[in-house]
């Protein structure tokens, strides 16, 4: 049989989800089913984890009141776990009880806040890891102390995961996922060449890469100041809040790049490398065997310094 009969289609599929795009290019047959379990998919995770929706199961635990066994759908409760063992694992600098600050600086659905802002800064911050009780076997939580729990560093890599889930489900062996940048790989392209993607540059102007990579049955997820600041005298404010001063993070890399096995690892990783800052991010990531690429601004322009796969 000829190389030319052979050859797998190229697809390409998008929606909407979380305020923004996801997308999938594959190669192999397109079942007509497969829009839809891929939509799904990435709504149930949406609908789920949401903090601009009162009614999502993630907002509805947080309305809880506390010592109560709450009922968790099975996704929430999957990404909720994971959230708790990267938290321990990072010594808190992934944090996901910062929900009151992220709303009180308007990268929620509300408007910057400034009394918000500085009921956030002045309460008194319990851990998500000391006061949230997991029960995966029922599917419940409870809280032993009042949580704002925000997944905005953590769903949309999982929400990724989520597709590449769909995409196996329908036996497709290579394919490209995304949502905004986080991206994961099945297998090469057909052909057997890897999927080629971008690191986008830090700048809010201006959308286009800064440079390019290769990706072959991985995740990459990036975090960075340059889509959602604030600017407050002059100085940009990343969306990313650092838990240890319940606002924005200040001197903090331009953006971080990490290369994981999920894109919910990627994505969660990249957030606590972001709120270490470089020098502590550096050293974490070397001593983890994390793969991450660090851009900061100076005065000459980016520097760029990187572990792992980003320092072969």
């Known amino acids: 049989m000829s190389k030319m009969s052979t050859k797998l289609a190229r697809h390409q599929l998008n929606g909407l989800t979380m305020g923004t795009c996801w997308s999938v290019t594959f190669d192999g047959p397109h079942d007509p089913a497969l829009q839809t379990a891929l939509q799904q998919a990435v709504q149930d995770v949406d609908t789920q984890m949401s903090?601009?929706?009162?009614?999502?199961?993630?907002?509805?635990?947080?309305?809880?009141?506390?010592?109560?066994?709450v009922a968790v759908p099975r996704h929430l409760?999957?990404?909720?776990?994971?959230?708790?063992?990267i938290s321990t694992s990072t010594k808190g600098a992934f944090e996901?009880?910062?929900?009151?600050?992220?709303?009180?600086w308007g990268?929620?659905?509300?408007?910057?806040?400034?009394?918000?802002?500085?009921?956030?800064?002045?309460?008194?911050?319990?851990?998500?890891?000391?006061?949230?009780?997991?029960?995966?076997?029922?599917?419940?939580?409870?809280k032993s102390a009042p949580l704002a729990l925000d997944l905005s560093g953590i769903a949309k890599g999982y929400g990724v995961d989520r597709l590449v889930d769909v995409l196996k489900g329908f036996n497709i062996n290579h394919g490209l996922c995304a949502i905004d940048g986080e991206?994961?790989?099945?297998?090469?392209?057909?052909?057997?060449?890897?999927?080629?993607?971008?690191?986008?540059?830090?700048?809010?102007?201006?959308?286009?890469?800064?440079s390019m990579l290769t990706l072959a049955e991985g995740a990459i997820a990036t975090s960075g100041d340059y889509?959602?600041?604030?600017?407050?005298?002059?100085?940009?404010?990343?969306?990313?809040?650092?838990?240890?001063?319940?606002?924005?993070?200040?001197?903090?890399p331009a953006s971080v790049s990490v290369i994981a096995n999920t894109c919910l690892l990627a994505d969660a990783m990249a957030t606590a490398l972001m709120v270490m800052g470089v020098e502590a991010g550096l050293a974490f990531a070397a001593k983890n065997q994390v793969s991450g690429l660090f851009l900061v601004r100076q005065p000459t322009g980016l520097h760029e310094t990187g572990t792992g796969l980003f320092n072969p």
Not at 199 to 209: C, G, K, L, V, Y
Not at 227 to 252: F, M, N, Q, W
């Open 51 to 69: 903090t601009w929706s009162d009614t999502s199961d993630l907002m509805r635990l947080n309305a809880a009141p506390l010592d109560t066994w």
């Open 77 to 85: 409760i999957h990404v909720l776990a994971a959230g708790l063992e």
């Open 96 to 104: 996901m009880n910062v929900g009151d600050a992220v709303r009180a």
């Open 107 to 142: 990268f929620g659905p509300s408007q910057i806040d400034i009394d918000a802002i500085r009921l956030a800064s002045s309460a008194r911050r319990v851990p998500a890891i000391d006061a949230l009780e997991l029960d995966q076997v029922n599917l419940q939580a409870r």
């Open 183 to 210: 991206l994961r790989a099945i297998g090469n392209q057909a052909d057997g060449t890897p999927w080629s993607v971008a690191i986008e540059a830090p700048d809010s102007n201006n959308r286009a890469a800064h």
């Open 227 to 252: 889509r959602h600041y604030v600017e407050v005298k002059g100085s940009r404010l990343s969306h990313t809040i650092d838990p240890r001063r319940s606002s924005p993070l200040v001197e903090a």
